[in-house]
């Protein structure tokens, strides 16, 4: 545990062939997402290396020359690991690792690590499996190849039935693993919107959720919002994992942030679903912040993309908050907030505009609030702590028989502590 927390991030080179139909800006931004995703994961990207051709090389994606230079490169920069910017069969990942001397990860596998780690619900977990199982089938047939005809040679021997070699074997069994895995999905279902009601009831939190593009500014937003890194220590906390926390300074009532994965631009075909399926935590929260890269060439495009993708996974009822983030970088801030009323312009670079849009987020929660005030006896201290974390408290007064508070709050948090209340008055 101890090493694991003090281990030196991997340090990954980003590598990639432009081909001629890839102009610069698609081919830059690609690579600018790959380093991204790779930061998702923890890596440490310490370099970049390109390589113009007319199409990837079969034996190995770079061309041959390419490769060797890679290699000293992999061993001048001491990289643990390559991380290419398309997908790759299993031989060239194959040649290209024994070539330049580390693993190599294509842009598919970074993905699904990503989804891996972030895929929560059973059905989010299930979902990545399937995808995970859909890379690796193509994958264990060509591993098959490679291994030659020895493995076909030995069939009708041992307990394998009629025929079937080591590699056949295995594609059954995952295709059986990715029926019986897509059975629970649809099973799961229906069961899923209870559940969420449910949990909602349960732990009856205010909860934000940050959505939108990779490198849109929503791990920056999340850090600044719930200053993350002072509260490591903070018990309460413990029990949230990385990716929620809450606002900070602590607010009535308390709100919890999460990060999602991000939309990714050139997201494969087969991980739609699974990225679907990841962003479940949008679901489960009573506001999403929409975090829109303002500097982005495309950001019109992926504010449309990021919106129906919500509407999809049964999101559309969720009040959405609009940011627009980066406009230090350009933009133009007027027509902006002309285009889209009520939204938030800001630069997740600049205090005043985190401040404000924790005010708006804090504000959100706050809006069904009402005053009432509260009679607390002194023998009914034992309810002050709870009245002070889930109410607004505007004025204390005291006499002799206990304290007055006029406080604000949500109805039902005052309605329970009403009940609390007045059975504790009852007794006295
Ligand atoms: N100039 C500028 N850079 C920002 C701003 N917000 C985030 N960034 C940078 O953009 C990059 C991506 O941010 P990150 O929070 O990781 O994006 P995420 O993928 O949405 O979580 C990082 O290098 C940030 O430092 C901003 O408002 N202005
Ligand atoms: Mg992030």
Redesign the pocket.
Known sequence: MMREASQKPKRALVVAVQLPGASDVEFEASLTELR?LA??LGFEVIGTFTQKRAGFDSAGYLGAGKRKDLHEQVLLERADLVLVDHDISPSQAHNLEKEVGCEVMDRTMVILEIFHRHARSSAARAQVEIARLGYMAPRMREAAKLAGPKDRARSGTGGRSGGESHGELDRRKIRDRIAELQKELDAMGSERKTQRARRQEREGLARVALV???????????RALTASEALVADKLFATLDTTVRALHPETVPRVLVS?TV?FIKNLPHGLVASFKSTLDEALEASLLVH?V?A?DAGFERQLAVTGEVLDEIGAEGVPRLLVF?????GGDEAALRAKHPGCIV?????EGDVARLREAIVAFFQRDLVEAELFLPWSAQNLRGQIFASCVVLEERTDSEGAFLRVRGEPEALGRLREQLGAGTAKT
């Not at 939108?212 to 999340?222: D, I, R, V």
């Not at 800001?346 to 600049?350: C, D, L, V």
């Open positions: 991204q930061k998702t939108g593009y990779t490198n849109a500014g929503k791990s920056t937003l999340m990060d991000g975090v890269d500097s983030n980066k406009i230090d970088r800001m630069s997740a670079k600049r």
